[in-house]
């Protein structure tokens, strides 16, 4: 294929890539109220969720051809890069997932959304002191911008009050934040020898044991019942909302840099909004259409 055909590909893939996978990530938000307010318990929830995902990605390595066995296990890796793994599994699988836990004990869920989709502000910053990135004036505009659109198209109140439980849970909800970063910036940096759904798998296997003997720990256990209604929700989100959107986003951050690749993950909640008020029936109000708006033109002062 010709240089240019190929340019004009990888315009057309990373977009395509990256709203596939930001609503996932919205619908997980959808899925996982409805199994919550159930009475699903979060943190065993959270494990299983990632089990189910990380066993669903092996269909797809054993596609691609070759051993499976020599792709789980590649004699080329290094201990070095192993670790590396491990360390984005714990980053952004059990570390996001269990602070997230963590902070919506205390503060409301919509709040602890929001916080942890500062995220890209996090990158973007971050990516400036390690890859030398460009963040131009207009770029980090862009980014406040979409902070700013998603706390009026969540349409959550996050003024909290001044005691040291809300404190935590603002802590909380920053750190989970903080952790995708650090796994996004980990994983763009180092450059990894193996496959995309190679290490998707490996972060999600590794994470989701670490969450179940949390889950053990706190004496978590299933529901009694479970209906096939119940188990059609744990599904979606165990596998699309999990094995396809941690998938997608790796590749995503293969082919763009991690600052703009993680400037869209401003999608992912106004995804997560419109799904609520088409699968819940929740209100979308003209704040929120504004918010919706402001996430647009966030889009395209960072990618601009």
């Not at 619908?27 to 959270?46: A, D, M, N, Q, R």
């Not at 990380?54 to 590649?74: K, N, Q, V």
Request: some cysteine.
């Amino acid at each position: 294929m010709p240089p240019l055909a190929r340019a004009a590909e990888g315009r057309l893939t990373l977009p395509l890539v990256i709203l596939a996978s930001t609503f996932l990530m919205g619908s997980s938000f959808v899925s996982g109220k409805i199994l919550l307010t159930e009475g699903f318990p979060p943190f065993l929830l959270v494990g299983w969720r990632f089990l189910v995902a990380a066993i669903a990605t092996l269909p797809l390595l054993w596609l691609e051809g070759g051993s499976l066995f020599a792709t789980l296990f590649p004699r080329h890796l290094r201990l070095k890069e192993v670790c590396i793994v491990a360390l984005i599994g714990l980053a952004q699988t059990a570390a996001v997932m269990s602070l997230l836990f963590m902070a919506m004990r205390t503060i409301s869920a919509s709040t602890a959304a929001i916080l942890l989709f500062t995220n890209p502000v996090w990158v973007a910053l971050a990516g400036r002191v390690f890859f030398a990135e460009p963040i131009t004036a207009s770029r980090l505009l862009g980014l406040l911008l979409g902070v700013g659109g998603i706390v009026m198209a969540v349409g959550t109140d996050v003024s909290l009050s001044s005691d040291l439980p809300a404190v935590q849970g603002l802590c909380y909800g920053l750190g989970a934040a903080l952790c995708w970063a650090v796994a996004t910036l980990i994983n763009k940096r180092n450059h990894l020898p193996i496959g995309v759904w190679t290490l998707s798998f490996w972060q999600m296997f590794i994470g989701s044991l670490v969450v179940l003997v949390m889950a053990g720990l706190m004496g978590e256990q299933w529901p009694e019942h479970i209906t096939v209604c119940q188990w059609g929700w744990f599904f979606w989100l165990a596998i699309p909302a999990s094995t396809g959107s941690f998938g997608l986003w790796f590749v995503a951050l293969r082919q763009g840099s991690a600052g703009r690749v993680s400037g869209f993950l401003f999608f992912a909640p106004l995804f997560a909004v419109l799904l609520s008020f088409a699968l819940l029936n929740t209100h979308l109000s003209w704040l929120q259409g504004i918010g919706g708006a402001l996430i647009a033109f966030s889009i395209w002062l960072v990618n601009r």
